[in-house]
């Protein structure tokens, strides 16, 4: 990569990069990268011809900020993984105890599901740009970001349109409101959770899978 070259940015000239040659340097997918941009964890513009770039410094400060200095950055995605036909959840929750919990209670379920955990955005940002998921779980106050506006970024992005979201928080459904609200396709769950309720509801995705399988296979 040529890091010499320049661009004038919104912030002034400064050494920019392509997603390609982020993604490259952070070892993740290009789509992780894409998202990333999207939820506003990495800096970026656009250039008077559509196409994003990153100053390098913002790609540089992600490596040692959130991957370490020595660390091993996530593998990109592998292209046979959204094949695989299993039902997968990510749960991305960043209180280590309400983590815990979940880790502890939804494989005891015994469903026929992956399940994921992880603690903070960018972590379920790679996740979702390596794979994926059938199912989001998350809450709307997650330290450091605004949940509200991750959400509507996975939304609004036509490859993640069959994404089932819920959505488990302790806001008063006025709160929510007055900060405009969900989607009617997200279900909500209050704290403290009922894992009973949640367990139906992973129970009624798989069943609504199958019946859609079963349709699809009809001839």
């Known amino acids: 990569m040529n890091k ?12 920019f990069c392509t997603t390609r040659e982020a993604a490259e340097m952070l070892h993740v997918s290009l789509r992780t ?4 941009v ?18 390098l410094s913002s790609v540089q400060a992600l490596i040692k900020e959130r991957l370490g200095d020595t660390a091993t950055p996530a593998p990109a995605a592998d292209p046979a993984a959204n094949d695989s036909g299993e039902f997968s959840v990510l749960v991305l929750e960043d209180d280590e105890d309400m983590l815990q ?10 469903l026929p599901v992956r399940f994921i ?9 790679v996740e979702i740009g390596r794979r994926p998921p059938d199912l989001l779980i998350t809450d709307l106050r997650i ?3 605004d949940g509200f506006e991750i959400i509507k970024v996975l939304r609004a992005d036509p490859v993640l349109s069959g994404l089932n979201v819920v959505v488990v928080s302790g806001m008063e459904p006025e709160e929510i409101e007055a900060r405009g609200g969900l989607s ?7 704290k403290p959770l009922s894992f009973e309720l949640l367990q139906g509801y992973v129970k009624a995705c798989l069943a609504h899978r199958a019946l859609k399988e079963r349709r699809n296979a009809i001839p």
């Open 143 to 145: 330290s450091g970001v």
């Open 4 to 15: 010499q070259r320049k661009l004038n940015s919104p912030e002034g000239s400064e050494v």
């Open 184 to 190: 009617p396709e997200i279900t909500v769950f209050s």
């Open 117 to 125: 955990f992880v603690s903070s955005v960018f972590e379920a940002l």
């Open 33 to 36: 990268v894409q998202l990333w």
């Open 101 to 110: 919990l979940y880790r502890l209670t939804l494989p005891a379920w015994k």
């Open 38 to 55: 999207e939820a506003g964890v990495l800096k970026a513009w656009k250039t008077d011809g559509g196409h994003r770039r990153l100053p």
